[in-house]
């Protein structure tokens, strides 16, 4: 059974910095690519950044780069996003996501909420 758990979320002002976690199992993690998406009231949801099996970040979305970045243990199963310099239109529930034979997987997710 395939099963990803995010935690990390929480409340931190403008400017601060988040460490999103996702622990997964129920597959091979290091055979796949992993990807973190966000989702806000009312909105999509967004891609925010993903990473290869060897660890290669890519797709950053825009307005994250600079500012947030992707990494993994394959030792430990786990896909990170390091977040600095959160800005209010950063809050939003994070999903990690991988796709396994077509099809989407996708944790509980994370509430990040960026307020002074």
């Known amino acids: 059974q395939v099963q990803l758990v995010e935690s990390g979320g929480g409340l931190v002002q403008p400017g601060g910095s988040l460490r999103l976690s996702c622990v997964t199992s129920?597959?091979?993690?290091?055979?796949?690519?992993m990807t973190w998406y966000r989702q806000a009231p009312g909105k999509e949801r967004d891609l925010v950044a993903a990473?290869?099996?060897?660890?290669?970040?890519?797709n950053y979305a825009d307005s994250v780069k600079g500012r947030f970045t992707i990494s993994r243990d394959n030792a430990k199963n786990t896909v990170y996003l390091q977040m600095t310099s959160l800005k209010p239109e950063d809050s939003a529930v994070y999903y990690c996501?991988?796709?396994?034979?077509?099809?989407?997987?996708w944790g509980q997710g994370t509430q990040v909420t960026v307020s002074s």
């Open positions: 996501n991988v796709v396994l034979n077509w099809s989407h997987y």
């Open positions: 129920g597959f091979t993690f290091s055979r796949y690519d």
């Open positions: 990473i290869t099996t060897a660890g290669d970040a890519y």
